[in-house]
């Protein structure tokens, strides 16, 4: 294998064309495949709505006895029932009648409208008038007053509006968000065939990580890619298997790496990729499988290794910098894990933004800056300038070991390997992160 700094399409090809396929299918109740991936279309049993029904509390009516009504000519209807939602009128709506109707019931036989209850004005027996716009859950007038002349299908909405049975309302490699599980419950699916979410195994290592908690001592450092890890897997929608912290140890590495091959579609090794003597990642690779790429043309974390296990199982191994790691994990293991879940869009959104002040990089490597864009106070939307483009500038120091910046960081401005630095006003492409 070369030892060749790879482009990133390169690298990422490489990787994602060594991933068979999505994990395996499950069947699911809708809400209980929350995010999940869809792997068959999900088709409507049923109309939505499955029937004609009211918009809105009123009364149902014929069109043509309230043509002529006004606000000051209002028409009296007589009202010989009622239906409630999830109830069914005894009769129909004959010339010069109404039905008092609720919002979501069923439009009775014979009426082509609903009036709201706030155009109409009730009547009792003698004929005395109720107070005007009222809501709808007092006894049952004898008679109303339209005051309001309504088009057919006023106020109704109409069988299979939505959605006709048989239709397709979800397509394969969609996320099962909360509006997607609506449509399928909501069009009378009660199952759902789906992607299991990816298992992805995730191990720091280094002699001197500690976990958070335990006293550093004279050369011991906090772990932060072990639990900044496990939330990117997590926010990736994976579920995490977590390995602890290995010893700069061959046999610690391996014996870890192992369990993470047996419970994981993936093993994500952070630190002891590169050449130190204490860097043993590689290596434990190459007993359990094979590395089919080293080394990267980027900027941070041009320590990458990236391999397959013997059983199938991917293994990335990821620089031992914090913000190293973050930046390979988004550009090369995020890809993955979606893959793996079945998404059809498998990369993040890009933007174009303008650089705020000049930037400098190093030769020959794509860098991606942690920016910050600039927001607007009312709405904290992200600004356009005249061109489209939002200005951004850096969210700190872009040394790999800063996490002050990266927290901060909104996107990844990428500045080509072609140029060794851009000056204030250029355009760069931006890569969205999460933000809450």
């Known amino acids: 294998m070369s030892d060749a700094l790879l482009s990133v399409e390169t690298a990422r090809e490489r990787v994602l064309a060594a991933i068979a396929g999505p994990t395996a299918v499950e069947t699911h109740a809708p809400e209980n495949a929350l995010w999940h991936v869809l792997a068959a279309p999900v088709t409507a049993a049923t109309d939505l709505p499955p029937w004609d029904n009211s918009a809105m509390d009123g009364y149902a009516i014929r069109v043509a006895d309230v043509a002529a009504a006004a606000e000051d000519g209002p028409v009296r209807l007589q009202v010989v029932g009622e239906v409630s939602a999830g109830g069914v009128a005894r009769g129909a709506v004959g010339p010069g009648t109404a039905i008092r109707i609720a919002t979501g019931a069923p439009l009775p036989e014979g009426a082509d409208a609903v009036v709201p209850v706030e155009a109409t004005t009730p009547l009792d027996a003698a004929g005395t008038p109720g107070p005007r716009g009222r809501d709808a859950t007092g006894p049952l007038p004898v008679a109303c007053l339209v005051h309001l002349a309504v088009r057919t299908g006023g106020s109704v909405r109409r069988r299979g509006e939505d959605v006709r049975a048989g239709t397709t309302v979800l397509e394969v490699g969609m996320a099962l968000t909360p509006a997607a599980i609506a449509i399928a419950t909501g069009s009378g699916v009660d199952a759902v065939a789906v992607h299991r979410h990816p298992r992805v195994a995730v191990l720091a290592t280094g002699d001197e990580i500690r976990a958070a908690g335990e006293p550093l001592g004279p050369a011991g450092i906090p772990d932060a890619n072990g639990p900044g890890l496990r939330s990117m897997v997590a926010a990736a929608g994976a579920k995490v298997v977590d390995l602890g912290i ?54 941070p974390g041009k320590p990458f290794a990236f391999g397959v296990a013997d059983d199938g199982t991917v293994l990335f191994g990821l620089p031992g910098n914090p913000v190293s790691s973050f930046v390979t994990f988004e550009l090369f293991v995020r890809p993955a894990i979606r893959r793996l879940a079945g998404h ?87 890569i969205w992160l999460d933000r809450p």
Not at 274 to 299: C, M, T
Not at 410 to 421: H, M, Q, S
């Open 246 to 299: 290995a010893r700069d140890s061959l046999d610690d590495v391996l014996e870890r790496l192992r369990k993470g091959m047996a419970e994981a579609d993936a093993v994500i090794v952070a630190g002891g990729v590169s050449v130190g003597p204490y860097d043993v990642v590689r290596r434990a690779f190459e007993i359990v499988g094979r590395v089919d790429l080293w080394r990267v043309a980027v900027q």
């Open 344 to 430: 059809g869009r498998i990369l993040r959104d890009t933007d174009v933004g303008t650089l705020i002040e000049p930037v400098a990089k190093a030769p020959g490597r794509r860098t991606f800056l942690r920016v910050v864009a600039e927001r607007d106070a009312a709405t904290d939307r992200p600004v356009r300038d005249a061109d489209g483009r939002i200005p951004v500038h850096l969210a700190g120091g872009q040394g790999s070991h800063i996490l002050t910046a990266l927290a901060a960081a909104d996107a990844l401005a990428v500045v080509p390997e072609t140029v060794d630095g851009l000056p204030a006003g250029a355009p760069v492409e931006l």
